[in-house]
């Protein structure tokens, strides 16, 4: 379903520059949208318009089917369903204190006192800055007033969040739990649209991509699609990402498995083909044709662990006793991805999971999750890009857990799942504290009865 759209826009600023022209956009609910483009190539201007802050030249701007009217009651209408986030939160946050300034947007739209003060409560929990609410946001850190800009939108429970440039000026932490908070609000239906010039980003998070040049759309279509194509992002003034560029130059070699479009670290690494032949020395009783077990192996001739049971069949000998091997990995071993549902935790039960469980990798999702670890001293392993890391870890043949809330186990859980389906390799995984199927623990006979408690 087409939630926000727009139809041939045009926008010039008082000084005669056209800053956005022929702009023909559709946006489905529910998705996570990327504008790709250099500076000055018309995306901001464009998400002003996208939310009644600017008006067209000409052209339309339809939410859920209806064009855009600019007078002040629609406008505050829209402005409540289609939140925006600026570069700058400078530009955002004005308010004597970070309660104040996210109380803003509900109180402006007539709420209750009592709904006013519950949106806001529950915005601060879920941006993980509950314990800063009586603090001046001018005294927050860059990330901080990011998620207190980013609060005082969902306070107002918008149906579309569009954040210009969210990671700009962040560290890669803070950039990290922004798009953690992100994934979490599109898990629950938000429909989601950025801005960038991270190609890497845009090609890893998004659903769907627009570029955008010199005030115009030059491509669009699904992350994969439009980041293949070499001279569409030439023209933008974009590279390819970094997984792509190293994919094409893997597959250039031969070394590379089918077609594929590797989007994070666990998937590149298994786009690589094995070794499957190499130089070993027998001793002088093996014959050709016999197996031999050549024990534990690392580096580049385990594929899926950096250690591996190899086992070998005998191709050829040569005269000086050395012979070609054929490698047989049978019956990889991986281990797994247990998450930890935090809306509804017990300190006692995760401890409980680290120890009995054997998890050897502990992760967090979320502010939330970080401080709930820290306070309980709780050791993390993982604080960002946990997701891929512990599937790295798994591939390894460890166990681990993370812990997430609500929405992020879902997403956690769906990113592993798509990794399973396309990698093949089984992974074991579940969610820990709810009904759903978790086999270690359900395997495990002798083991405690950690579901029960
Ligand atoms: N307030 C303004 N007045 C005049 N020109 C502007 C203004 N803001 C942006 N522009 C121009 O409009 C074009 C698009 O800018 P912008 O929408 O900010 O692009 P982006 O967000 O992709 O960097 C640029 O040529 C820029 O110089
Ligand atoms: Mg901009």
Redesign the pocket.
């Known amino acids: 379903m087409i939630i926000l759209e727009t139809r041939n826009l045009k926008y010039t ?3 005669e ?4 022209k022929d702009l023909n956009i559709e946006i489905k609910k529910g998705k996570k949208v990327a ?1 790709v ?12 318009l996208m939310n009644g802050t600017l008006k067209p030249d000409e052209g339309e701007v339809h939410f859920h089917g209806i064009p855009f009217k600019y007078d002040s009651k629609s406008l505050r209408e829209i402005r409540k369903s289609i939140g925006i986030v600026f ?1 700058n939160s400078d530009d955002q946050i004005f308010a004597p204190t970070v309660y104040q300034d996210i109380a803003f947007g509900p109180a402006n739209l007539g709420y209750s006192k009592e709904r006013v003060d519950f949106c806001v409560k529950h915005s601060l929990e879920q941006v993980g800055l509950s314990h800063l609410q009586d603090k001046p946001p001018h005294h927050l850190s860059g990330g901080q007033k990011k998620r207190v800009a980013l609060a005082g939108i969902m306070a107002m429970e918008p149906e579309i969040i569009i954040l ?2 969210p990671l700009s000026n962040l560290d890669p932490i803070g950039a990290d739990e922004i798009m953690d908070l992100l994934n979490e609000f599109n898990q629950f239906g938000t429909t989601i649209i950025i ?1 960038t ?1 991270d190609v890497d980003l845009a090609y890893r998070w998004s659903d769907y991509v627009y570029i ?1 040049s010199n ?1 115009k759309l030059i491509g669009q279509g699904t992350p994969t699609e439009v980041f293949k194509e070499q001279e569409l992002l030439k023209k933008a003034g974009l590279r390819q990402p970094t997984t792509l560029e190293i994919y094409y130059e893997i597959e250039r070699r031969g070394l590379a498995y089918g077609k594929n479009s590797p989007k994070t670290v666990p998937e590149l690494v298994n786009t690589f083909k094995s070794l499957d032949l190499m130089w070993v020395d027998v001793p002088p009783k093996v014959k050709e044709g016999d197996s031999l077990n050549l024990g534990v192996m690392y580096g580049d001739y385990a594929t899926h662990s950096p250690y591996e049971a190899i086992n070998a069949k005998v191709l050829h000998i040569h005269l000086d006793g050395r012979a070609i091997v054929e490698l047989k990995r049978k019956g990889i071993k991986a281990g797994g991805v247990l998450l930890y549902d935090t809306n509804n935790y017990s300190l006692k039960e995760i401890r409980q999971i680290l120890k009995e469980g054997e998890m050897v990798f502990v992760g967090a999702m979320g502010k939330k999750n970080k401080i709930l670890a820290e306070k309980n001293g709780i050791h993390l392993d993982v604080t960002s890009g946990v997701i891929d890391k512990s599937i790295l870890m798994a591939l390894c043949g460890k166990r681990c857990l993370i812990l997430a809330a609500g929405g992020m186990v879902d997403h956690a859980l769906r990113r592993i799942r798509e990794y399973v389906e396309k990698s093949g390799i089984e992974l074991t995984m579940g969610i820990v504290n709810r009904k759903e199927s978790c086999k270690w623990l359900e395997e495990a006979d002798d083991g405690p009865e950690i579901l029960e408690l």
């Open positions: 600023y008082p000084d520059t056209v800053a956005c504008f483009g250099q500076n000055g190539s018309g995306k901001s201007t464009l998400f002003l570069q210009d440039e801005s010039h955008m005030s």
